[in-house]
């Protein structure tokens, strides 16, 4: 026969696993949209100085890096799943990572390469999955999903 006392004591701490495992998972949720779109000033930045969509490049981060929280992101600072000669490239910070894809993606664009579908033909190993998943991200992204996206500045008459 089952100790009453004993049963209750498990069921309890599978309560307080269960509780705090689910405590765990809502801090993580709200926070990640704010790694990410707390990038955004970078994220405007970089993709200005290489003439690439900065929509585009938050859709890449959130898609390759799952909103900041993959391996690579948290360990390497590499939140595109960008490659280099020994695998994935590590990056001295998240910044430096952003940068980096404005970099490339504005190198695609200068061969021509400007659509999501082209850009995923030499970026990953699957385009067609990476496409849908990538321009699923942009529609959320540009639908406020993450908060609104900051309006450029409006520039001055000469």
């Not at 970089?46 to 859709?59: N, Q, R, S």
């Amino acid at each position: 026969m089952l100790d009453k006392s004993r049963s209750a004591c498990y069921h309890v701490c599978d309560m307080r696993e269960f509780l705090t495992i689910l405590f765990c998972l809502c801090l993580s949720c709200f926070s990640l949209a704010d790694t990410v779109t707390d990038l955004r000033p970078v994220i405007q930045a970089a993709a200005a100085e290489h003439g690439v969509d900065p929509v585009l490049v938050e859709a890449i981060i959130r898609y390759e890096s799952a909103h900041a929280t993959s391996h690579a992101a948290q360990k390497k600072n590499n939140l595109a799943g960008i490659m280099g000669r020994n695998g994935q490239r590590r990056y001295a910070s998240k910044e430096a990572c952003v940068r980096d894809l404005a970099r490339i993606l504005g190198e695609y664009k200068a061969k021509g390469r400007v659509t999501v579908a082209q850009i995923g033909r030499v970026y990953c190993t699957g385009p067609a999955p990476w496409t849908r998943s990538v321009t699923a991200h942009m529609r959320s992204i540009e639908q406020g999903k993450w908060g609104e996206l900051e309006k450029e500045p409006a520039k001055q008459k000469s």
